[in-house]
């Protein structure tokens, strides 16, 4: 049996992956994957995800040069979700050119920017 | 307009919700949230999930006593993943008894568990 026959894909046949930051511990990003992805990843010790909107293999930074070096792979108690310890390519995980996705916060009601743009997007995706 | 309206929650009314410690910066679980649970979460400062498992909103710490006190709550930039930075009561987020529910790290293709029960779930859920 495999390692990844123990993972509980939903009817999608994908699973939640959460990165975060080997070093910082900062949360970077979540993402879906799905077998092959996982299975990459774990080979390839980078982060490939499956785009949902794109519905094809997303291969982290295959654009962006935001790749995602895979330190840890870990697996939660109702083994449906993913976590990557990894160190990000570049400092930046978002499409916004930010270190994280998750850069806006709730305060009094509304979602407010707390994390600066490092670097223009136009120029991530210039390509 | 709400801040609740800006969540883009998937086909069933979910979003997966990230539980990070405050602290120390460990993942300690994932769980989702609908509408509801995310607007009491919010007005609470403690965590509530969605089961989907019971299908019925999920007050963190009902039974075992592990509130999650919540201090920060952040959203992604595909609007659709919430991040939770928390104070974990108990020191104990996952039903096994342990701090985190990622436990199991992927070594040499098998998933090894890593990190110790701190409470037998016999004593947690004895109530």
Redesign the interface.
């Known amino acids: 049996m ?2 990844l026959d ?1 993972i509980r894909f939903d009817e999608n046949g994908l699973v ?1 992956a ?1 990165a ?1 930051d080997a070093s ?4 970077l ?2 993402a879906w994957m799905n077998r092959e992805s996982l299975q990459l990843t ?1 080979e390839k010790k980078q982060a490939v995800y499956w785009s949902r909107s794109r519905q094809k293999l997303w291969f982290k930074g295959e654009e962006s040069g935001h790749i995602q070096n895979v330190v ?7 083994e449906d ?1 993913i ?1 990557l310890k990894v160190e990000q390519n570049g400092g930046i995980a ?3 050119g ?1 270190e994280s ?6 305060q009094d ?3 407010v920017e707390v994390e600066q743009v490092i670097k223009d997007p136009k120029q991530i995706y210039s390509k």
């Open positions: 495999s390692w123990e939640p959460i975060q910082s511990g900062k949360i990003m979540m774990a840890d792979i870990y697996f939660d108690c109702d979700v976590l978002c499409h916004t930010r996705c998750f850069y806006r916060q709730l009601d509304e979602w």
